[in-house]
C-alpha cells in the first residue's frame, strides 16, 4: 500500500516502515561512527525500547558496546491495510541491522507495567543471557493498570496551586496562541505519580533482583528532564514534575536496594526533545521551536541518539566516577540549560509571534522531527512507491 501521514492533534496515525527503517540505520551509522564505548555494557535489558531515549540507548548497547539485548515494549503489529505503530517498525529494523552484525537481540511485546511481562522477561533473561548488567527505564505511558490493585491510573498535564496562562503554538498551523490550563486536584497528582513516577522502576529492579539475573555491579538508568523557567509550571512543578521528583527519589531507594549485588540506579536528565508525549504538553513546542534555532546555530543541537551516545561514553562509562549533579542526577542537559542559551530563548520567548515565528524558531525542524518519528518526511525515501505494510519483528518471544 502507499502510506501517507494521517494525522490528528499530536498524535500521527499512520507509520512508514522503510521510513522508521531508515531513522534506525541512521542511528546505527552515527553510534558505529563514533567508535566503541569502552568499558561500557555487555548484556542489556532495555524497558520501553521502541522509540526515543529507549530505542536510542538499545543501538547505543548494541552497536556502541556490541552488546546482546532484550528490548520490552506495547507496540500495535502491521495488519494487512493496516501499518504497525511506528515502535513496532523501528523494533523489527533494529533487529534485521542487529542480526546483520551478529548480535542477540530479542524482544517482549506487551505491558510492561504488568507481572506477566515482568515474569517472562525474567524467564528469557534467565534462558539466554543469564544475567544481565544493565537496564534502562524508560517507558511513557499515558495510563497503568496498577499490578497489585487493578486499578487503572490515567496521567495528567496539569500546573499545581494555581491556573497557567503563557504562550503555546500549534506546531502544524504555525499559529501562536495563548494558552490556560486549570490546576490539578490531589487525584491527578496521585495518578500522575503512579503512572510517570518510580513505583513501576522499583518493582522491576526488585523482580530481577530477586530472580537473581543482575550481575554484580550492575547499573540501571531511568530518564527525566528539567527545563528552564519558562516551562516549569506546565512541566517541571506540575503534575509530571511532581512524578520526576518521585523518579528521581527513587533511584535512592533502588540504589539501597542493589547493595547486595553492588548496582547502582541513576537518573539521566536528557535535553528537551521532539517526542510525541513533548508534542502533547502546552508550551513546550514553542519552547523546543525556539531552543532548536540556537542550539542549532552554536553547532550544540542533538537528537536522542547523539544525546545517549554521550552519556555512555562520557558519563557512564568512563572508568570514573560518574559525574552527578548536586542532587545525585547525571546531566547531559547541560547544553540546554547553559546560561546564554537560556538567556537567548527567553528573550526570543517575549518576541513570538505567528508572524514572527518563522524566523526567530526552528518551527520546520520541529514538524520534520515530528513526523520523522513516525516514518514520514525521512531523506532517501520514496513515499509514492507502494510498501509492504505487514512487517515481523524476528525476534519477538
Known sequence: MIITPKVRGFICLTSHPKGCEQNVVNQVNYVKSKGAVKGGPKKVLVIGASTGFGLASRITSAFGSGAATIGVFFEKPSETGKPASPGWYNSAAFEKLAAQDGLYAKSINGDAFSDEIKNKTIDLIKKDLGQIDLVIYSLASPKRVHPKTGVVHSSVLKPIGTTFTNKTVNFHTGVVSDVTIEPANEEDIKNTVAVMGGEDWAMWMDALKNAGVLADGALTVAYSYIGPGLTEAVYRKGTIGRAKDHLEATAFEITDALK???????????????????????????????????????????????????????????????????????????????????????????????????AIGDLAGYRTDFFNLFGFEVPGINYEEEVNEIVEVPGLV
Open 260 to 358: 547486595s549485588v553492588n548496582g547502582k540506579a541513576y537518573v539521566s536528565v536528557n535535553k528537551a526533545l521532539v517526542t510525541q508525549a513533548s508534542s502533547a504538553i502546552p508550551v513546550i513546542p514553542l519552547y523546543i521551536s525556539l531552543l532548536y534555532k540556537i542550539m542549532k546555530k552554536e553547532g550544540i543541537h542533538e537528537g536522542c541518539i547523539e544525546q545517549i551516545q554521550r552519556l555512555y561514553s562520557e558519563r557512564l562509562y568512563t572508568g570514573s566516577a560518574v559525574p552527578l549533579d548536586d542532587k545525585g542526577r547525571i546531566r547531559v542537559d547541560d547544553w540546554e540549560m547553559r546560561q546564554d542559551v537560556q538567556d537567548k530563548v527567553a528573550e526570543l520567548w517575549n518576541e513570538a509571534t505567528t508572524e514572527k515565528l518563522p
